[in-house]
């Protein structure tokens, strides 16, 4: 008696030939927790056509890759080939995919990450209250020629000059956990040394009269240059969580640009967002 475990093998690594090996392993983990967690009794080329569908709408296949072939589909999920070829029509019905003869069936839909949107109610709140809670050291703080990427987002001239501060954070138990640089693209009176050991520096913008009304923000992840890792007490090339905030006026001017940094083991960003 054939192992179906060993079909499905024979199947992926078959297909690793034209290169969609990887893409059906992936499907086909996701179909086995599926049938196991699922009570549904949609018709299987429903299933299968659902699954391809998320994969490709999330980007997990991604515009231009080609999809694993029917024969494939068949042989590694144990359906037909009428199943298969079902549910690849509603793909190509919902121009998710195109069917080209002799090349095979490939990802026509551009995936494109969604920017969440919030309201900032609350969010500058909990800044401020982050920064009131920890001890903060000024590293750095002057009016300086703004880095090249800088200059190209605020729009200024080479010779522009911004206010720079570099401040490192600390738990109340002396953890360095995050590294801020930032640039304000003019000089704000409020934002002193003495004030940012004090206070947090938003707080000290909006004392000083900059009117934030938008914030875009943008998570990464980064490997600690030598002066950050020096500062955060990481080993050089150590991964950061990283997070870019871009603050907007009330004229839509992009007015501040802060780029943190942040030692995973010591701090997490959570959000919890609700359906209103």
């Known amino acids: 008696m054939v192992d179906r475990a060993d079909i499905v093998q024979d199947a992926i690594g078959r297909s690793r030939a034209n290169g969609t090996g990887s893409i ?6 996701s179909w086995n927790l599926e049938q196991e967690e699922s009570v549904s009794r949609a018709p299987l080329y429903h299933q299968l056509f659902l699954l ?6 999330d980007g997990s296949i991604q515009h231009g890759m080609q999809v694993p072939t ?24 919902e121009k998710l995919v195109r069917r080209q003869r002799g090349k095979g069936t490939h990802v026509i839909y551009q995936f494109r ?3 969440m949107r919030a309201p900032m109610v609350g969010v500058l709140e909990n800044f401020i209250q982050l920064g009131n809670n920890s001890q903060v050291r000024v590293v750095d703080l002057a009016n300086i020629r703004a880095p090249a990427d800088v200059q190209h987002l605020f729009g200024l001239q080479d010779e522009a000059t911004v206010m720079a501060v570099v401040r490192v954070s600390s738990t109340e138990t002396g953890d360095r956990y995050a590294y801020y640089q930032s640039w304000t693209r003019e000089p704000v009176d409020t934002v002193t040394r003495d004030a940012l050991q004090k206070n947090s520096r938003l ?4 004392e000083g009269g900059l009117n934030i009304v938008r914030v875009e923000q943008v998570l990464g ?3 600690a240059p030598v002066p950050v890792a020096a500062e955060l007490d990481v080993e050089p090339g150590f991964a950061l969580l990283s997070l870019r905030r871009l603050s907007y006026d009330d004229k839509d001017q992009l007015v501040d640009i802060v780029d943190c940094l942040y030692n995973p083991r010591r701090f997490e960003y959570a959000m919890e967002l609700s359906m209103d």
């Open 24 to 29: 059906l392993e992936s499907l086909v983990s």
């Open 113 to 115: 990450p969604q920017t």
């Open 221 to 223: 992840a980064l490997n």
């Open 203 to 206: 707080h000290l913008l909006q």
């Open 70 to 93: 029917e024969q494939q589909l068949a042989e590694a999920f144990g359906v037909s080939r009428i199943t298969t070829r079902r549910a690849v029509d509603e793909l190509a019905a």
């Open 52 to 57: 391809l569908k998320r994969a490709i709408l």
